[in-house]
């Protein structure tokens, strides 16, 4: 996986972005380190890894700002950067915590959470997401789409048995159409529109936006939608033939990466899911669960293959 660095111009970046949100101006003291006018220190530390390391030397220059001041997280994809602010004395309460490597240096990794960033060795330490940086050069890539729309209008006998395969098909189909990256660990399988392998964008999960721990736990989720940088937004477990509870079960361990959550299935089977999900552990996040039905999939696929023929005549010529 390819980590992309924290530049001095990303850091220009945010420095402007911090200024203009507190209206102050910041001062550098060192690489990481940076005062307001008021004497208010900030950290900053960036990229696009789940990991970030410190310096003995930038540790010991905290030593000099005992008081409050702005823990500053930045997380760098493709498009944009999330700036995420949290206490520095927290912080620096707690640089006891952190992870030492082989050179003595220091070493704190990130995991995503609703709306920010916690530390994993420092878990009290909460950086609140207050703005994103988009990148004006960035441009989304729709070279699939033409691909795509041809095999969602391949014709189907209205009487033709779906298969479990079948069923995700049409959801790496319509993802891929609403230009998610999409993925499913199926890849062998073989539908009535194709390899499923062949259909998704991506061979693996896409690593760069999810935190390892979570990583083993998401490859195995029927089908997954990725937004552009690699984040998972949707995930869904069709229950055709198998046990709901073992769908719940598995979307339930990826809950914390603020993903919806769908389970499809015959509408004979939305009593048992109303059960299921009353017990535990899943009536915890029971609200974070939705149950779809063939049927409703099948009219957003109708809607998705309409609206590619619709565009086709439209844009014909053009």
Partial sequence: MKV????????????????????????????????????????????SADWHGMTQKGIADLDNYKREGAFVLVKKFKTKMEINVGSLSVFVTNIHKLRRNSTGNYQFHCLAVEDGVV????????????????????????????????????????????????????????????????????????????????????????????????????????????????????????????????????????????IKLYIIAEEENKQKFQREVQKNPFMKIKQEYIFKNYQELDEFFESVKNFTQIQEKFLKGA
Avoid: M
């Avoid at 990303?10 to 949100?21: F, G, M, N, Q, S």
């Avoid at 691909?147 to 891929?176: F, M, R």
């Fill in 119 to 258: 530390l994993e060795e420092i878990p009290e330490l909460y950086c609140n997401k207050v703005a994103e940086i988009f990148f004006s050069n960035h441009t989304k890539d729709l070279s699939r789409l033409k691909e795509i729309s041809k095999i969602i209008n391949i014709e189907v006998a209205d009487n033709t048995p779906l298969t479990h395969a079948d069923i995700q098909a049409k959801l790496i189909l319509i993802g891929s159409y609403l230009n998610y990256r999409t993925y499913t660990p199926d890849r062998g399988k073989q539908s009535i529109y194709g390899t499923l392998g062949d259909l998704c964008s991506e061979k693996e999960v896409p690593k760069e936006s999810i935190p390892s721990i979570s990583i083993d736990s998401v490859r195995f989720v029927d089908v997954i939608w990725f937004d552009e940088e690699g984040y998972p937004t949707h995930a869904f477990e069709v229950e055709h033939t198998t046990d709901i509870t073992k769908g719940l079960l598995r979307l339930y361990q990826i809950h914390k990466l603020r």
């Fill in 4 to 47: 992309e660095k924290f530049t001095d111009k990303d850091r220009a970046l945010v420095l402007k972005e911090l200024e203009r949100i507190q209206k102050t101006k910041l001062i550098k003291k060192t690489r990481k380190l940076f005062i307001d006018e008021n004497g208010l220190p900030y950290l900053i530390a960036g990229g």
